[in-house]
Every structure is written in C-alpha cells, then in structure tokens.
Nanobody, 121 residues
Framework: QVQLVESGGGLVQPGGSLRLSCAAS????????MGWYRQAPGKERELVAG???????NYANAVKGRFTISRDNAKNIVYLQMNSLKPDDTAVYYC???????????????WGQGTQVTVSS
C-alpha cells in the first residue's frame, strides 16, 4: 500500500506564505513523479506544480514566480512553497504521486487526502 500524508495548509492573508508538504510511505521502490493539484468549489481540479524523477518541474501559469515545488528524494517528501498568496489561490490542495511498488514493481498513482488553503483578508 502507498499512503500520502499532507500538511501545511491553513488560513493566511493576501501576500502571505505557506509551505505544503506531502510524505509518501508504504511499499515504494521509487517515486517517479510527484505533484500538487488544487480544486476550488465549482471548478475542476487543476495541476499547480509537478516534479519528475529527473528533477524537471512545471507550473501552472497562475502560480509561476510565486510557487516553488521541490522534493527530498531520500525521505520521499515533496514540498510546495507558496509565496505572495492571493485570494484566487484558495482551494483544497491535493498531493499526487506516481510510484513504482516494491515486490511487484507495478506503477500506480496515489492521491493525498487534501489540505485546505484559504487566503482571505
């Protein structure tokens, strides 16, 4: 089994910062890619940022220059540093990971439980 535990969400004022973390555990041989998605009420879930096994990153246009994704390969943790937060960033943020499992070496995708980020004055 693979479990993703998210933390770091909360309530901040516009212009503030938060750092989200997502720790992967379980029968993991390797993590191929990790990313952050978000979903606001009435809107579709969208990719915010992603990082692949070779370290390549990509960002949604709405967060470029403000958000930074990084990972700790040894600890199987991915981070999302969010700066200059705006009310439009308010959403539930979900961690997503593609892993190769131990024993079976099967590739699978897992989702975290979601963490609420609210940006409000």
């Amino acid at each position: 089994q693979v479990q993703l535990v998210e933390s770091g969400g909360g309530l901040v004022q516009p212009g503030g910062s938060l750092r989200l973390s997502c720790a992967a555990s379980g029968s993991i041989s390797s993590i191929n890619a990790m990313g952050w998605y978000r979903q606001a009420p009435g809107k579709e879930r969208e990719l915010v940022a992603g990082i692949t096994s070779d370290g390549s990153t990509n960002y949604a246009n709405a967060v470029k220059g403000r958000f930074t994704i990084s990972r700790d390969n040894a600890k199987n943790i991915v981070y999302l540093q969010m700066n200059s937060l705006k009310p439009d960033d308010t959403a539930v943020y979900y961690c997503n990971t593609e892993v190769t499992l131990r024993y079976s070496f099967r590739t699978m995708t897992s989702w975290g439980q979601g963490t609420q980020v609210t940006v409000s004055s």
